[in-house]
């Protein structure tokens, strides 16, 4: 299986009977979940979307990657949330955090709208002078403020350059089947448009056009990418405690949090997981931190945040666990070479890949943390590739969905994302909200 | 003041007569780090640096930034932990998230010796290929794993590229005055050295030459840098938690951790904070995560971040407060224009300024999570620039040294990252490890 839950190191903090204990309740949760009666019940068109998905708009989706990257030096993301984070963490896993600034012969991606930071906008319109510029804009509705003040920006720039007609050859939005002001825009002007299914929620949408052609612009394989979705939709089908590892999982953490954990830590030994960290976060983050409930997400890159977050975790509360994503292979290894002098002492380590020595930095830490009183999941993966992806997403999902109803919430709405969006919006001015805008303005003044 | 705590909003959540009890403690905390009969005493030297910092040195350090910029397409930096994470986060602060990708008259800057992953060094070395490189290796004692690997392999590099002697001059070590492998490699080979102070440890040490010397290359003036920290170092002199900004922060952080938060979320508006996001993860989780006491230091950039995990500190576990940096400028602004159809709704912000409408983003947010039970401490800073932000790296160690001693602890100290070093050499066969490995193997085989 591609990625596989190594629970060997749990013992000491979680009993075999406690595992038992918890069975029925995974068992309810994944009749819920596959009934299709539990919470949110509108929102799993993610659940068979690996072997479901609309094949003719996937070529589709193919096809204009294949426009971009001929006719563009730079890919301009225009989304935020879930609109960006997946593809953004596929990219950098699959290709590199750096890879707008290495060579290659894909276009360079910018995520824009994603931020209501002017001087980030600024920045990224200044990387696109004098080079030829295509935009997928991806928003449900239309008008998402951060998106929509991009896109006005960004749209207005590809018109003065290009012409109206030719810009909305490089226009492509990601957006609802048939309605909202988005689509209407798109049908108006022109624009390509691919679909966000209605019942597949943001941070359930990276298979789907929201992730798959920025993906697929970056020159990853994105067939690979649902065939490894498709293996893990098909190997946590069963509800089996003892061999879905997704279930386990999701068990397990369930079960830390009512020991009195707060915070999971998930943890890589690669810089290029950073961004897989932060998809990781907002899908578990948005589905369980709802009713006073969930677990905190936070992440780390060791051994880089050895030397930052490691004394913590060694030795500061125990509020915390740690899940650890381990991969055999990752990307080019390099020879630590003998120094005649070995004036640093590390000739002991001579002849063998940096690789091998990253590894036993991970075993090492994670002996020395379950020894300071910090349980540690280990997700084992043979290798990072599209297949291999695929099929973590699609386990993290499953877990989510299921970890979610363990917890006794909704794990698809996310009604506490609309609060500072009113209040913002009264600030702001907008027509309609003038009582409150009073109100708030009095609270501000103290 | 530049910096300055705002915590208009924390009425509901910490009585004035909480602030009054703490009082004395604070005090007593005060006098203990004046009067260097505290825990950590041996490590306080950056407690006068800003007025006591060697005025030769820092010209020194001056100089050789001019020769690096005059001479180098690329500088590498090599150092993990308070080695790296200062310098990052002032050259993103100051200059950009995107610096590297910038069109600019300075090197490019990229930090190695930071992690074991063997693809990400190899790809920081394919970015080096073709162009003029200098390399500025900071370790103490020059046997840390993480940089002295790197630094094996870009020594070799530098010196098949320029030949030993040019290689030389393209070298600079920031290490201890006078003792280890690191200084001795450089006494023998004439690399230029600039001095690590003995009694300033890696958290502390950004204004030392460790932070300087990138932060210059950067095109940062170093001297308002420094300016800063010293108006900060007088501001906050005195033991007066009515006044003393920095001490009624550190005051609020230890009330909540006793009232049972657990974590704390740094919080800012824009993306060019995220690193400094991690300097302060590193300050306050090395300082206080021990004796199994701290609270878990987490950030976030919104609004970005409220799309993931907005989510969560609306209305999930009430575990943890925020500290939110409101900063009044920063960059450029760009305006929002009318749209003749106001497709997406949002003609109501017209002629207004983004970064109006990302300051109204962040009133909104404030008001909504602490609305929904989460306390909110604001540092409000007028303008991102050197002077400001040697006035924060102040305001938040000196905050952090009594914090540590109000928690009890000893804030200067880092007992727990030694663990996985261990367990990492044992299990990497280095000599008179032998009976550990043994003992670690049969652990890992379980």
Redesign the interface.
């Known amino acids: 299986m591609a990625v596989r839950l190594n629970d ?1 190191y749990m013992k000491a903090f979680v009993s075999q009977k406690e595992l038992e204990a918890i069975r029925p309740q995974v068992t309810c949760a994944h009749q819920l979940l596959h009934s299709g009666k539990g919470l949110g019940n509108d929102f799993l068109g993610w659940l068979d979307l690996p072997r479901d998905y609309d094949k003719a708009e996937f070529e589709a989706v193919r096809k204009a990657a294949e426009k971009i990257r001929s006719d563009s030096d730079v890919l301009v993301v225009i989304g ?3 609109s960006y ?1 997946g593809a953004r963490a596929a990219i950098e896993l699959l290709k ?3 890879y ?4 290659k012969d894909t276009p360079d991606i910018y995520f824009a709208g ?11 319109l ?2 696109c002078e004098g080079r030829d510029v295509s935009l997928n804009v991806i928003s449900k509705s ?2 998402t ?2 998106p ?2 991009a ?3 960004f749209r ?1 720039w590809m018109e003065a350059k290009y012409g109206k007609e030719e810009a909305a050859r490089r226009i492509y939005c990601t957006t609802d089947r048939s309605e909202g ?2 689509k ?2 798109c049908d108006k002007n022109g624009y390509q448009t691919f679909v966000i299914p209605d019942d597949v929620g ?2 359930f949408s990276v298979l789907t056009p929201v992730g798959l052609l920025p993906i697929a612009v970056a020159g990853c394989d994105i067939g690979k990418l649902m065939e490894g979705a498709e293996a893990a939709r098909q190997a946590f089908a069963e509800d089996d405690l003892t061999h879905n590892d997704s279930y386990r999982y999701a068990a397990y953490r369930n079960i830390l949090s009512r020991k009195g954990k ?2 999971e830590l998930l943890v890589s ?4 997981f950073a961004m897989m960290n ?1 998809w990781f ?2 899908l578990f ?2 589905s ?11 992440s780390a ?1 060791f ?2 945040d ?15 666990f740690e899940t650890v994503i381990s991969v055999k292979g ?5 020879l ?2 003998e ?1 005649p002098d070995d ?4 000739n ?2 001579s002849n ?4 091998a ?2 590894r ?2 991970m ?3 994670i ?3 379950t ?2 009183g910090v349980p540690n999941l280990i997700l084992e993966m043979d290798a990072v590739n599209e297949y291999e992806l695929g099929f973590l997403i699609y386990f993290f999902e499953k877990a989510c969905a299921v970890s979610g109803y363990l917890l006794g919430v909704n794990p698809f709405d ?4 609309e ?13 309609g909200y003038e009582q409150q805008r009073a109100e ?1 303005e009095a ?2 003044k ?1």
Chains 1, 2 share one sequence.
């Open positions: 060997a935020i949330g879930g984070l590199s955090p750096l707008n600034n290495l060579k994603n931020t209501l930071s002017a001087g980030y906008l600024d920045e990224v200044s990387l239309g008008t403020t951060e929509a003040l896109f006005r920006i207005e002001t988005l209407e825009l943001g941070r707060s915070v030994y690669e810089p290029r932060e976060k907002q983050g948005e369980e931190g709802k009713d006073g409930k969930g677990l905190f997400p936070a890159v051994s880089t050895l030397h930052s977050l490691g004394q913590f975790v060694q030795d500061g509360s125990r509020v915390l990752c990307g080019k290894d390099l630590v070479k120094e004036f640093d002492g590390l002991f380590l063998q890949g940096m690789s020595v990253n036993k930095a075993e090492g830490t002996l020395a943390h020894q300071g996310q009604p506490g994302v609060g500072y969006k009113k209040n913002m919006f009264a600030l702001l001015g907008k027509p708030l609270k501000l103290g």
